[in-house]
């Protein structure tokens, strides 16, 4: 009934394609399997369009290897970017069918100065980190290195590639690549990811050059001299990263007794959604069913308020599978009927699997 509901909005449909699959793997392999397929043929129209996967089905595990290589085949050097964790999902699954398909891939784009640096990464682990392969690709991914103003978000994977594999090769070659990645970011505007890859760069040529070979490296680039001075004289490097919601059950379980609705209600949806369900649970399992209906109904509400508001980098699903599932573990037919209340058809298809999973998991219905 879930997969059935319409999902216009094909991330939506993969999302709910990849929690129906997951619920029912264990249960029919041959259901999954269709689920899989649907989910992987979106996935790979995503990823021609320039689209990067809200999920990756390819990451499961669950391909025939058969499926892993048509689907690295259809993957073009030009969208290996929006690609990238499904490769490594390929590659990772089914390493003799994808690596060398993979590989190519990779040094085409390099060639056009795409970089997909986390893919490039599990490529060099599987080729060998001392590989020809690897070692050229190392010093051309850091001559090939794309538009720093568009590419900036990716400052930090392009650091840990260097310091990964910096170790790895020629000592001549690090220093190159150092240089030429602090003259890349350079160009960045100054944020607190900037510096941090500054530090993660300089951390590493001090170790693999020796303090004195760092130093006659700088001096003799005026600019990864400038950008790392100008980085050490300003601030410690303070990185926003989107903040960690989570609620406890435990401290749920010891204010129950005491009405937390107002409290909630101060909240933003995503953490209410989750606070809510947290207290629905402490009450429903200590037997005060009333509490546990005040408690759902401001969590599936605030849910609402989330997928309504819903961005590209935040995980709503997650959301409406911690509370469907909190609210099934009290009363699964309950939790089921209000999964199927929620706004949005591919928001209930998400919570009504989230249900199914609890009853999958106790094998019986509450």
Known sequence: MAVAL?????????????????VVSP???KIAKTLWREGVRIESELIQSGRTPAVSLMSTGQADCAS???????????????AEQSLIGALTSCKAQTLDLISRKLDTALKKRIVAPRALMATMEAEGTKSQWSQQHFEEMFKSLPDAQENAAEAENYAAMY????????VGMAKKAGLQLLDWLAKLDDSGLRTLAIDI????????????????????????????????????????RPPLESASVLEAMKNNGADQTDRLREMPASQRAREAAAHGFAAGTSGDKQQASKYFDMAFAAVDEVWEQR??????AAIVEEVSEAAAEVD???ALVRAQKLRDPSAQAIGMLAVARVVAGTGIAR
């Open 163 to 170: 310091a990964r594999m910096a170790g790895e090769v020629e």
């Open 332 to 334: 699964s037919v309950n």
């Open 27 to 29: 249960i029919d392999q």
């Open 201 to 240: 760069t300089t951390g590493t040529m001090k170790q693999t050059l020796g303090e004195q070979g760092f130093r006659d490296a700088l001096s003799s680039d005026v600019v990864a001299g400038s950008t790392v001075q100008n980085a050490q004289n300003g601030a410690p490097p303070k990185v926003e």
């Open 311 to 316: 961005r590209p980098e935040q995980d709503t």
């Open 6 to 22: 319409p999902q216009p909005d094909t991330q939506d449909r993969l999302r709910v394609l990849a929690a129906a699959a997951n």
């Open 68 to 82: 892993a290589q048509s689907f690295v085949e259809n993957v073009s050097e030009n969208t290996v970017v929006p």
